[in-house]
């Protein structure tokens, strides 16, 4: 719940940043009322659909669809509460393809996850939720096709530091209306940034380290206006990084060294408030520590997705201990674990879920969405010695060369892989040996920027990058998202930017175009 404090920070944040014609819609058609039997002590001053509404899994049957209950008064909510929902063909509603009742959980801060099922496949839907005199603003999702599908629009993007900027880069992605946005990682950040840099704050004005916490960090990000456009306009999937719960953990290892027990009961927080504000089906709900996020979703014979989890399942970062809780450089000389190949960032049965749903799948396309940089990034040291950074791939580089090797050899039609993380735009030529200049590439790996986060120092990474001829495009001075059109015959993937993180009105402009051909890993800049 939030905290009263908060609540009144929100409201006040919320009151500055929301546009005059608020998203709130009109008053409750009569017709409704039937839905509203448990909302009677309900406060009808107060609009509990503060937080707006989203989609997830789609499928060609249905999908997810979400909101919470967070009205200022929340106290005055109780128990669960059943709250209607309508289903529309059309924007309008006046042809309504199912509406019923739908329960907000208590024991998850009265967020909905309603598994909509017996929709047609391939088309976009209207819906919206009531409580009382209440009506949320309408989203739009589409199912996903049942089996031949022409084409694709998809986002994806990561990194949303509320404190680096404003959401201007989420508002262009929902203007270019994707069927399908890919959330890739630090859709918060759990820690305060007390620089000047912070052009706006975080409530509570501390690290989120428990359930209370990560609520309100969710609840402040969802009354982004931006954010709610983006997630009113399109079904989304979505993945965790590491801010979600704390900077660099690892499965049970935190950053700060933690005993694993200690640091179980935070991921249990972070890992709950994350399903409480997330379009997840029940096949997600936390259990103790753990919730299985990684899965697959088919959008017809087009494209197989593979949404992994880089974070539950993590062996303990390389050469872990004082000084190294978090990412750090090491050389093969300095740390000889790096290599051991025992180790995983997916873990050993993720990784075979991912090698048999790779192995099984029909589309012509295969995107594995994930959290970090898989391209080798690693400079010679003077020593001679290269040196890899531990957080990414090149930190698990045995479990790095088992999936390019399956791609390679299992002949994966058409692999892609987009990620996050690091805050810079990315289109890498992946191999199984990086060493093998002349070897082809496998997998196209493509990673969209930051929304807002600041990205590392161009002058130095690039310099990097220069002894990483598999790296075909760098740049991390701007802002921004990838947007992919997708067709049986290429995927055309935009860079999309920002002119000023900081400004909530900046315009996008278009940084920079690939294409990959079917049939042909590695991204062409056009
Ligand atoms: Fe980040
Ligand atoms: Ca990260």
């Known amino acids: 719940m939030l905290s009263r404090r908060a609540a009144l920070r929100l409201a006040g944040a919320a009151a500055l940043a929301l546009p005059a014609a608020p998203l709130l819609a009109a008053p409750l058609p009569n017709t409704i009322r039937v839905f509203s039997s448990s909302a009677r002590q309900f406060d009808w001053r107060d609009d509990p659909f503060t937080l707006g509404v989203a989609a997830g899994a789609p499928r060609p049957d249905g999908f997810v669809l979400w909101t919470r209950l967070a009205p200022l008064s929340e106290a005055l909510l109780g128990g669960d509460r059943e709250i209607g929902y309508e289903i529309a063909d059309e924007p309008t509603f006046r042809r309504i393809a199912q509406r019923g009742l739908a329960r907000a959980e208590s024991g998850f801060a009265h967020s ?19 409580l009382g005199p209440w009506v949320s603003v309408i989203g739009r999702a589409t199912t996903a096709p049942g089996s031949a599908a022409a084409a694709l629009r998809f986002g994806h993007c990561s990194c949303a530091n509320y404190e680096h900027g404003y959401f201007a880069a989420y508002r262009h992605l929902a203007e270019e209306e994707p069927d399908l946005v890919l959330f890739l990682g630090d859709y918060i950040y759990e820690s305060v940034d007390r620089s000047p840099a912070a052009v706006r704050h975080h409530s509570d004005g501390e690290a989120a380290t428990t359930l209370a916490l990560y609520r309100n960090r969710y609840a402040q990000y969802r ?32 950053e700060d060294l933690l005993p694993p027990r200690e640091f179980l009961k935070r991921r249990a927080a972070a890992y709950q408030a994350f399903y409480e504000h997330m379009p997840l089906p029940a096949a ?24 992994l989890d880089g974070r539950q399942y993590r062996s303990r970062g390389a ?18 674990e790096l290599v051991d190949p025992a180790r995983s960032l997916l873990g050993l049965e993720q990784e075979r879920w991912l090698y048999r749903g790779l192995s099984e799948s029909r589309a012509r396309w295969n995107v594995i969405a994930q959290d970090v940089l898989m391209a080798r990034m690693q400079g010679t040291r003077p020593d001679g010695q290269r040196g890899a950074w531990t957080e990414a791939w090149d930190g698990y580089p045995a479990a790095r060369t088992r999936l390019l090797t ?17 805050h810079a735009f990315w289109a890498n030529d992946l191999k199984p040996d990086f060493d093998d200049e002349k070897a082809p590439a496998v997998a196209t790996e493509l990673i969209g920027g930051s929304i807002t986060s600041h990205g ?20 991390s001075r701007q802002r921004g998202y990838a947007i992919a059109d997708l067709t049986p015959a290429r995927m055309e993937t935009r860079f999309q930017v920002v002119a000023d993180a900081t400004d909530p009105a900046s315009p996008k402009a278009t940084l920079a175009r690939f294409v990959t051909e079917s049939g042909k890993a590695g991204a062409m800049l056009a």
């Open 112 to 130: 909905v996850h309603l598994e909509v099922r017996g929709l047609q496949p391939g088309r976009p839907y209207w819906y919206r939720f009531f």
């Open 223 to 254: 009354r982004d206006p931006d954010l709610q456009r983006l997630h009113a306009t399109a079904a989304c999937l979505v993945t965790w990084d590491d801010h979600e719960v704390q900077n660099d953990y690892a499965g049970a290892w935190s």
């Open 284 to 307: 997600s709900r936390p259990t103790g520590d753990a919730m299985r996020i990684y899965t697959s979703v088919d959008w017809g014979d087009l494209l197989r997705i593979h949404l």
């Open 319 to 336: 050469c872990y201990g004082p000084g190294k809780g978090g990412g750090h450089v090491e050389t093969l000389q300095s740390c000889p």
């Open 406 to 422: 399956h791609l390679r050899d299992a002949q994966i039609a058409n692999p892609v892989v987009v990620g996050g993380d690091n």
């Open 456 to 475: 590392p120092d161009y002058d130095a990474t690039m310099r990097i990058a220069a002894q990483n001829p598999h790296v075909r495009f760098f740049e």
